[in-house]
């Protein structure tokens, strides 16, 4: 079947760097996006990763390696709006979307 | 950058009753829209795939004549939860994306559905 597995909470201080993992185990693989979701609201994209290695954009990074069927998400100098879930979503063979269940992610001052 | 919008942000309705759901791509045409479901603390849960101009593509377990899906043009989509019941109340979600490939998916705001 297919998988992907992220933790499910993860608690980070202010100011901080925080690392996101994702692993995936698909049919086929086509890309895989990140997104944030604050609660009681929709996600919003962060990023995309199709070749493997690091995507950098501003306080976010994410990093890919096909070959292991993982990704990572880097937030930077974090800030408590970055308090929100992030969801690894992976396109398989047939470009359909497969979602994590998401990481919680707490900021604490 | 893209934007959909959805309608109503919020909606209470009796148990028995139909409720709409509006999904629209306000600066790109969208033939293909996604219909989510999302439970507190829990990830989407892909609904349906709204196909412009043809039958919705319906995921197992989703009942296709409770949620009637209608994508008349390529800017609007349309979710209906026919004679809902409490336990339809949820928070859902239409997406879509301007083109296939590596385009990432443009969420709308969701829609807060309470059943009494």
């Known amino acids: 079947g297919q998988n992907i597995d992220q933790p499910t909470e993860m608690t980070a201080t202010e100011g901080a760097i925080v690392q996101i993992n994702c692993t995936y185990q698909?049919?086929?693989?086509?890309?895989l996006f990140w997104y944030q979701q604050h609660a009681g609201e929709a996600p919003t994209f962060l990023s995309y990763?199709?070749l493997d290695g690091l995507e950098e954009k501003g306080r976010f990074s994410s990093f890919l390696s096909r070959s292991k069927g993982y990704s990572y998400l880097l937030l930077k100098e974090l800030q408590m709006k970055d308090s929100a879930s992030y969801l690894c979503?992976?396109?398989?063979?047939?470009?359909?979307?497969?979602w994590g269940a998401g990481t919680k992610l707490i900021i604490k001052p | 950058g893209a934007v959909v919008s959805q309608h109503p942000s919020r909606v209470i309705c009796k148990s028995g009753t139909s409720v709409k759901i509006e999904c629209r791509s306000l600066?790109?045409?969208?033939?293909?829209m996604f219909w989510y479901r999302q439970f507190p603390k829990q990830s989407l849960m892909l609904m349906a795939t709204?196909?412009?101009?043809?039958?919705?593509?319906?995921e197992q377990g989703v009942e296709k004549d409770k949620f009637l899906i209608n994508h008349a043009s390529l800017t609007l989509s349309t979710l209906t939860v026919t004679s809902a019941h409490p336990e339809d109340s949820s928070f859902y979600i239409c997406?879509?994306?301007?083109?296939?490939?590596?385009?990432?998916?443009?969420f709308g705001n969701g829609t807060r559905l309470t059943v009494t």
């Open positions: 997406s879509a994306r301007e083109e296939i490939g590596s385009s990432p998916l443009h």
């Open positions: 600066d790109f045409q969208a033939t293909t």
């Open positions: 709204s196909n412009e101009g043809s039958k919705a593509t319906y």
């Open positions: 698909t049919s086929g693989f086509n890309g």
């Open positions: 990763n199709v």
């Open positions: 979503a992976v396109k398989d063979s047939n470009y359909q979307l497969i």
